[in-house]
Each structure stands twice: as structure tokens, then as C-alpha cells.
Nanobody
Framework: QVQLVESGGGLVQAGGSLRLSCAASGRTFSSLTMGWFRQAPGKEREFVAAISWSGGSTIYADSMKGRFTISRDNAKNTGYLQMNSLKPEDTAVYYC?????????????????WGQGTQVTVSS
């Protein structure tokens, strides 16, 4: 079992920044990939970014490249998503997730444990 708790969401103006955190407990977080996904109202959940267990490799959705940065601190069992140059279309509930196995990628169905989500709202 892995428990994930996101925090750091909120209301920000376009062009602003937010840093999301994902605190993990339970099974060894440091050995697992971590991903961030988001879901806007009326839309399907979409991949945002993923980071390997060591932090040495990252993947981003094309629309987030150059604006978002995923990172992790395994000593603190915490992952992060730094979001800069936010746009109104970034408004969504953001979720962190981890897979049980060795999966490292973009497919949401491969992730087994999910947090409750944190709301990010970007005003124009």
C-alpha cells in the first residue's frame, strides 16, 4: 500500500507559478516511479509528467515542457511539480500517482496508487 497526499494547489493569475507537493507513506516510495496527472472539468485525465525512482529520468507532456518541472526528494518521501508560466487552460485537479511495478511512462492505467488531488485554478 502507498498513501499519497497532494498539496500546494490554489488560485493563481495567468503567468504565475505554483509548486505542488506529493507526500508518500507506506511502501518504499524511493523505489517507485512517480507521475503527475490532471483532469479538467468535462475532460479525461491526462498525463503531465513522470520521474524515475532515482530522479535521473523525466518525461513531460508536450504542452508542459519548459513550463513544468517534476522532481523528488526520496529522503523526504516527497515528490514535487513546479509549474511556471501558468495558463487558464492549466486549470484542473492535479493528481500524483505511483505504479506498483517497474513501469515508467505516461499511461494512467499503469499507475496503481493515486492521491486525492489538489485543485489548481488559473485566472485570466
Amino acid at each position: 500500500q502507498v498513501q499519497l497526499v497532494e498539496s500546494g494547489g490554489g488560485l493563481v493569475q495567468a503567468g504565475g507559478s505554483l509548486r505542488l507537493s506529493c507526500a508518500a507513506s507506506g511502501r518504499t516510495f524511493s523505489s517507485l516511479t512517480m507521475g503527475w496527472f490532471r483532469q479538467a472539468p468535462g475532460k479525461e485525465r491526462e498525463f503531465v509528467a513522470a520521474i524515475s525512482w532515482s530522479g535521473g529520468s523525466t518525461i513531460y507532456a508536450d504542452s508542459m515542457k519548459g513550463r513544468f518541472t517534476i522532481s523528488r526528494d526520496n529522503a523526504k518521501n516527497t515528490g514535487y511539480l513546479q509549474m511556471n508560466s501558468l495558463k487558464p487552460e492549466d486549470t484542473a485537479v492535479y493528481y500524483c500517482a505511483v505504479p506498483v511495478g517497474n513501469y515508467y511512462g505516461r499511461r494512467a492505467q499503469e499507475y496503481d496508487y493515486w492521491g486525492q488531488g489538489t485543485q489548481v485554478t488559473v485566472s485570466s
